[in-house]
């Protein structure tokens, strides 16, 4: 029976980790992906100040 427990217990921590794993990730690629959007705006707000 506790061995039982142990593997549904090691199971569950195993899928709570990839799960956040998996947050984690897309969660940082939309944080890179957003500061890679205002980097380029910035650009193009400098580049336009200068043909000015």
């Known amino acids: 029976m506790s061995m039982f427990y142990d593997l549904m217990n090691s199971m569950v ?3 709570i980790y990839g799960a956040c794993l998996v947050i984690n990730g897309y969660g940082i690629f939309l944080l890179f992906r957003f500061l890679f959007k ?3 705006q910035l650009l193009e707000g400098l580049k336009s100040k200068k043909t000015d």
């Open 38 to 40: 205002k980097c380029r």
């Open 13 to 15: 921590r195993g899928t």
